[in-house]
């Protein structure tokens, strides 16, 4: 009923820059919170950047200073703007959703991307 396409993720040398985007599509009637979720390999999947519908955000201690997420409801679109990357960001990053769809506005339930990597190094 949703689809999340994610892009901009890549090769970046340490210090670089990469913008992630997100777009929801379908029967989507409203959208909650919007975040960025990373896996290295290894690891488990951690909470990167998070924003609600009142641009309420939240960010791991990580990435606080370096990344800024924001959104744009009127597109259904998710941000990550990711400066001074470091080689341990490397990863693939998730967007994910907390969408109501029309057929049952009062329910919630997240929706994924498919992942993008990005990849930190010189």
């Known amino acids: 009923q949703v689809q999340l396409v994610e892009s901009g993720g890549g090769l970046v040398q340490p210090g670089g820059s990469l913008r992630l985007s997100c777009t929801a599509s379908?029967?989507?009637?409203?959208?909650?919170?919007m975040g960025w979720y990373r896996q290295a390999p290894g690891k488990q999947r951690e909470l990167v950047a998070a924003i609600t519908s009142g641009a309420y955000t939240n960010y791991a201690n990580s990435v606080k200073g370096r990344f800024t997420i924001s959104r744009d409801s009127a597109k259904n679109t998710v941000y990550l703007q990711m400066n001074s990357l470091k080689p341990e960001d490397t990863a693939v990053y998730y967007c994910?959703?907390?969408?109501?769809?029309?057929?049952?506005?009062?329910?919630?339930?997240?929706?994924w991307g498919q992942g993008t990597q990005v990849t930190v190094s010189s």
């Open positions: 379908g029967s989507i009637f409203s959208i909650n919170a």
């Open positions: 994910n959703f907390k969408v109501a769809v029309t057929t049952t506005p009062f329910y919630e339930t997240d929706y």
